[in-house]
């Protein structure tokens, strides 16, 4: 434009010259006194004037006719460049806007109503900043000044105001306008709408932080603003908070009974149910707080660690008294039944409590104390609180150290297989052996009630019962070539209730069987009556392919669980082992006595053998061949012991035997 306007002041500047000099040279023909006589000029003829009056009109319209083109030439870029301009601002996505230094605004592109609903009349009637948010005013006037004085703008995010009230997130990049000597003379501003995107980048890190099923703070948010606690409460020690942990007593049994996306369900309950019982002044779902201020609220954090289990942060305190409340208040509310699809539903929980009670402490460290505590809340009963203290802490290391002892003895192979001899009470001969397992340690051995427990609460009991099944499989099979007898010596083994929920149990034994030659017919499955009664339809299912293998099973400690004939006379078992509870008694207690009567007595109606365990005097072993037992077990014959000290055992019974049978033919031939 300014070549334009240049180019059309030169031609006006042109013509005002051109006609002026024609206008001189007209009027010096026309009136010669004008001329001096002595002046050059009038000595030319007229002609002469004439043509050259002519040629300087022709080389001027010329000269303009070339510059009129060139200007015309010039206005066309322009307003193709305009065209193109309009185009590209009518249809872009972004907003595109031009301001001047004080920020009014010069031009706004109709993206603007589109994207925020402004039309030219309301933008043309507000400053620039007038729809921007609040909190982002300052930010967005450094940044324009900062443009402004360096030509050079910065990416910048902010919230503007739609026309519906609601605020959308721009990223904006500003460039300025400037002179050729330098001034700014205002910013052009390309805004682009990020809501969609700060949109889902916002639910992304929700999803980070909450968990899917209930919403709410997951383990590692919970942390994070427990934390923020125990650094505020480092600084001001008379902060009192708490955590609760919370854990669904029996939630394996909803979930195995009721299926998993009733149990999902159930929790889902759960969690609202608790939401609404600490709505008072709940956070649930919040984001972590910033300010030590915000942090004394007497609020409470409802959060989803994992599973079915729940922990609550409780903030300011008066007394840890309270913490205790809540925590029976929370028992009683779950306790009101809970419906699962038209089904009643009553749970218990069982709840830890962990106080702050030490400067060195972690959020990690405060969350495992209320940890450990529900633990102890579950092994004292269930359905209980339990508040941590550092013997709980002493225990927990001893029990977390206890299983990392195990897997080690696991690899190195620790476990020993001891056996203890099954007779026959009419015979008073080894018919069986019941394996035991011991943990040979460096420095001692260690008892199976020191290590079973948790052993099986792990999962470790898996590996080393495959071990031990394995040896001792092979260990009879060795001692049937020794010592043969009719019928053949049986082996006892003991199945947890870990090994009795793997869906492939039955394959891993026959393989075992056919790894080792052991006919499945000596082989006894001992299975205990809590175990087998607990899931019947599931029992039934798994005793039978255990039964098709051809291996014998045996309900071991009858009488101590919750007994069901018609459950019994179902499942698929050859005997009954009668538990040392009674046994130990049965010589002093008539009501004892009669309770073996009445259990060999239903056996055999069944058409099962009866085992006795730990008969340990011979009035105990009289009185149980009496009363028609076949089979016993107990100090009084033999305590665990080592595979060397049976095949002495077995070896010496052959001995007797053989002495007995020579004898009885030497008898004979006297």
């Given at each position: ?50 043509r ?6 022709l ?25 193109l ?10 907003m ?9 605004r ?40 900062k ?15 739609h ?14 306008i ?15 709408d990020?809501t969609?995107r700060?949109?889902a980048?916002e639910?992304l ?6 968990d ?15 934390q ?20 669904v ?20 309950q759960?969690?609202?149910r608790?939401?609404?019982?600490l ?14 201020a ?30 205790i409340?809540?925590?029976e208040?929370?028992?009683q ?10 089904q ?27 940890e ?8 004292s ?52 052996l ?17 290590f ?11 590996s ?16 049937q ?9 049986t ?33 006894n ?8 009664m ?8 798994v005793?039978?392919e ?10 071991d ?9 018609s ?34 007595m ?5 058409r099962?053998k ?25 100090y ?13 055992l ?21």
């Open positions: 434009m300014r070549q334009v306007e240049g180019r059309e002041w030169w031609l006006w500047g042109s013509a005002v010259t051109v006609t002026l000099v024609l206008t001189f040279g007209i009027l010096s023909l026309a009136f010669p006194g004008l001329q001096r006589p002595t002046d050059t000029v009038y000595l030319l003829n007229l002609k002469e004037w004439v050259g009056l002519a040629a300087l009109v080389l001027f319209d010329i000269y303009t006719m070339y510059q009129q083109r060139q200007l015309q030439r010039i206005r066309r870029q322009l307003a193709e460049r305009e065209q301009f309009q185009l590209i601002t009518e249809n872009a996505a972004d595109i806007a031009v301001i001047d230094p004080n920020g009014q010069l031009y706004n592109s109709p993206a603007y109503q589109k994207i925020l609903g402004y039309g030219p009349e309301d933008l043309a009637a507000t400053s620039s900043m007038d729809q921007v948010h609040p909190d982002d005013r300052a930010r967005v006037m450094e940044a324009s000044a443009a402004s004085s360096t030509g050079r703008g910065e990416r910048l995010e902010y919230r503007v105001r026309k519906d009230g609601s605020w959308r997130f721009l990223e904006s990049t500003a460039s300025a400037q002179s050729p000597e330098g001034e700014t003379l205002g910013l052009v501003i390309v805004n682009r990020i969609q700060k949109r980048e639910r890190a929700h999803q980070s932080f909450h899917s099923l209930t919403d709410l703070p997951n383990r590692s948010l919970f942390l994070d603003r427990l923020r606690i125990v650094t505020v409460w480092r600084r001001h020690s008379e902060l009192k908070f708490a955590v609760l942990f919370i854990d007593d029996e939630f394996k049994v909803f979930n195995d009974s009721l299926g998993h996306a009733a149990g999902d369900g159930l929790l889902v759960i969690a609202k608790l939401t609404a019982g709505r008072g002044a709940d956070t649930v779902a919040r984001s972590p707080v910033g300010e030590d915000e942090l004394f609220g007497g609020e409470s954090t409802l959060a989803r660690p994992g599973g079915d289990e729940f922990a609550v942060l409780i903030e300011d305190l008066h007394d840890p008294s309270d913490a409340r809540v925590a208040r929370i028992q509310r779950l306790a009101i039944p809970f419906d699962s699809n038209g009643e539903i009553v749970l218990s929980v069982s709840i830890g409590i962990a106080f702050s009670n030490n400067r060195g402490m972690t959020a990690q460290d405060l969350l495992r104390d209320a450990i505590a529900m633990y102890r809340a579950k092994s009963g269930k359905a209980r609180c339990e508040v941590f203290d550092h013997a709980m802490h002493a225990c927990a290391i001893k029990r977390l150290q206890l299983e990392t002892d195990l897997r080690k003895a696991v690899e190195l192979n620790q476990f020993r297989v001891y056996y203890q001899p099954i007779v026959s009470l009419r015979s008073g001969q080894i018919v069986g019941e394996t035991l397992s011991r943990w040979q340690r460096p420095e001692s051995l260690v008892m199976p009630a020191e079973i427990a948790v052993a099986d609460e792990t999962g470790i009991i898996l080393i019962n495959r071990q031990l099944l394995y040896e001792a499989c092979h260990q009879l099979r060795s001692w070539g020794l010592f043969p007898s009719d019928p053949p010596l082996l006892n083994v003991n199945i947890t209730s870990k090994q009795f929920a793997q869906p492939d149990l039955a394959s891993q034994i026959g393989n075992t069987l056919q790894e080792t030659g052991l006919d499945p017919g000596c082989l499955l001992e299975i205990t009556e809590t175990i087998a607990g899931d019947a339809d599931r029992s039934a299912v005793l039978t255990l039964k098709a293998l051809g291996v014998h099973l045996d309900i400690d009858f009488g101590t669980g919750y007994s069901s004939l459950r019994l006379q179902r499942f698929p078992v050859d005997t009954l082992k009668v538990d040392r509870s009674f046994v130990s008694r049965m010589d002093t207690d008539v009501d004892t006595r009669e309770i073996v009567r009445i259990i060999v239903l056996a055999h109606g069944l099962l009866v085992v006795a365990e730990g008969v340990e005097t011979q009035a105990q072993a009289d009185l149980l061949t009496d009363i028609g037992c076949e089979l016993a077990q107990g009084l014959y033999s305590k665990p012991v080592p595979a060397e000290t049976i095949e002495q077995l070896s010496n019974a052959a001995n007797a035997s053989a002495n007995t049978r020579a004898k009885a033919a030497s008898s004979r031939f006297a």
